[in-house]
């Protein structure tokens, strides 16, 4: 296995985050690192959905829900060759206004080398630049509405 966890404290509503974050068919429209996606169902442990990153390959990528934790975490598995990759995303309140992100990624199985080699680094750079896009979009979606709700 091989894993790495970013984490930063953004200026945002823990309610906007989760909204933002929770609306899948959104990602494509704020995470830089997300040209399409689709989910189907709601957003609860069981439902899937597809994303084509401009990092690997440009292909579509699929994923599942595994765990959903109401504005606090959850955790997506992809299948990969011969294992998985689980992306477990966690949200707390840092203050007002204020929330700590994190990302832990885990690859598992024989690709874990490969993965590592050719696209580890630039994933682990590419979350911190997701970090600053959820900002932003947590903080439109509450300038736009008033609140995050």
Same mark, same amino acid.
Request: aromatic share 12%; glycine share 8%; charged share 25%.
């Given at each position: 296995?091989?894993?790495?966890?970013?984490?930063?404290?953004?200026?945002?509503?823990?309610?906007?985050?989760?909204?933002?974050?929770?609306?899948?068919? #959104?990602?494509?429209?704020?995470?830089?690192?997300?040209?399409?996606?689709?989910?189907?169902?709601?957003?609860?442990?069981?439902?899937?959905?597809?994303?084509?990153?401009?990092?690997?390959?440009?292909?579509?990528?699929?994923?599942?829900?595994?765990?959903?934790?109401?504005?606090?975490?959850?955790?997506?598995?992809?299948?990969?060759?011969?294992?998985?990759?689980?992306?477990?995303?966690?949200?707390?309140?840092?203050?007002?206004?204020?929330?700590?992100? #994190?990302?832990?990624?885990?690859?598992?199985?024989?690709?874990?080398?490969?993965?590592?080699?050719?696209?580890?680094?630039?994933?682990?750079?590419?979350?911190?630049?997701?970090?600053?896009?959820?900002?932003?979009?947590?903080?439109?979606?509450?300038?736009?509405?008033?609140?995050?709700?």
């Amino acid at each position: 296995m091989y894993a790495f966890e970013e984490s930063d404290t953004i200026d945002a509503e823990l309610d906007a985050v989760w909204q933002t974050v929770s609306d899948v068919p #959104s990602w494509a429209t704020w995470d830089p690192h997300v040209l399409q996606c689709g989910f189907d169902g709601p957003f609860e442990p069981g439902s899937g959905g597809w994303t084509i990153s401009r990092l690997v390959s440009r292909q579509r990528g699929y994923f599942k829900l595994v765990k959903v934790e109401d504005k606090r975490s959850y955790t997506t598995e992809s299948p990969m060759p011969g294992g998985k990759m689980l992306i477990i995303n966690n949200y707390r309140e840092a203050g007002p206004s204020r929330v700590e992100v #994190s990302r832990r990624v885990e690859v598992h199985g024989p690709f874990t080398p490969v993965f590592r080699l050719f696209w580890a680094k630039a994933f682990q750079g590419d979350t911190r630049s997701t970090f600053k896009a959820l900002e932003q979009e947590a903080r439109r979606r509450t300038a736009e509405t008033g609140s995050a709700r």
